[in-house]
């Protein structure tokens, strides 16, 4: 009988060093919290992560862990996924490591639709490297390198995956853990690449999208009326509107992943039978001579 998993199970021994007060707390509680509820086992679980705060999150949860380099999270946890189709792996990163550096790899993750979650960890702001604006930071944002304000006009991530062909997309907030939980669960459900933005505050370098400031400025999709996350026109409205940001699950789809698409074998890598006959070898050169 399978002992029943908690959420210290997928805690590791690694002491943080986020600030106190970040985000990216709540969304490792909330991850740890979501698997521990989905059943799952840390050996069932690929953790890949990029660079940046929210790149240090893999070695705070307790499964396989591949901490990467900037902007490659998504290419690697691709190759993981279909190396071992039996692994839920998860991707996370900040904004900007998926939507600055890593967003030529994000927008062609999102059309293949691999079987996987993404976790971007939206806190406006490049806090590793002394709160410079991000792709995400507001025009105006005051930053050390842009002493009279962000010239540039934010990036809206997540509408750009659902052009991308995204199908599933969801954002959370970190202050509200118990939503957070019930997304990320849903997100590692889908079959399918599904993103999961959450606003993750930076407490050290953004004094302007704080709490207080999210609070202020978000809404909760799921009480609106009418309201499908099955309607694409509605969510680019959603995700594109002047106003509150919209939280909640924002738009789901289903249609084939990637790994159906391949037809690569369902056995993961390790423990296929690698090794050919060497006229094999002999007929594939003979083929491209």
């Not at 997928?10 to 002491?15: I, L, M, N, S, V």
């Not at 792996?89 to 979650?117: E, L, S």
Request: proline share 6%; glycine share 10%; aromatic share 8%.
């Amino acid at each position: 009988m399978t002992a029943t998993l908690t959420p210290k199970d997928f805690a590791t021994a690694t002491p943080s060093w986020w600030c106190p007060g970040c985000g990216d707390f709540g969304v490792l509680s909330a991850l740890k919290q979501a698997m521990a509820e989905l059943g799952k086992q840390p050996k069932d679980v690929a953790f890949i992560s990029g660079i940046g705060c929210s790149g240090k999150i893999s070695g705070y949860l307790h499964s396989y862990a591949f901490h990467g380099v900037h902007g490659r999270a998504l290419p690697v946890a691709t190759a993981v996924k279909l190396a071992n189709r039996d692994l839920t792996v998860i991707a996370a990163g900040g904004d900007g490591d998926g939507y600055a550096i890593g967003a030529g790899h994000f927008v062609h993750a999102v059309r293949r639709n691999t079987d996987m979650t993404y976790i971007v960890m939206d806190n406006q702001t490049y806090g590793l490297t002394k709160g410079q604006s991000s792709p995400t930071s507001a025009t105006g944002y005051v930053a050390s390198v842009s002493p009279d304000g962000n010239p540039d006009t934010p990036l809206n991530g997540l509408a750009l995956a659902l052009a991308a062909g995204a199908s599933f997309i969801a954002r959370g907030f970190s202050a509200q853990p118990k939503q957070m939980v019930a997304m990320i669960k849903a997100a590692v459900e889908h079959r399918g690449f599904a993103i999961v933005e959450v606003m993750s505050p930076c407490v050290t370098y953004n004094k302007i999208n704080t709490y207080a400031w999210f609070k202020d400025n978000v809404e909760d999709l799921t009480v609106r009326d009418g309201y499908a996350p099955n309607d694409r026109l509605a969510a680019f409205e959603a995700l594109t509107r002047d106003g509150d940001i919209p939280l909640g699950i924002i738009y789901k789809e289903d249609r084939p992943t990637f790994e159906d698409r391949t037809g690569l074998p369902e056995m993961p890598i390790a423990r296929l039978d690698i090794r050919r006959p060497t006229a094999d070898y002999a007929a594939i050169q003979a083929a491209y001579r």
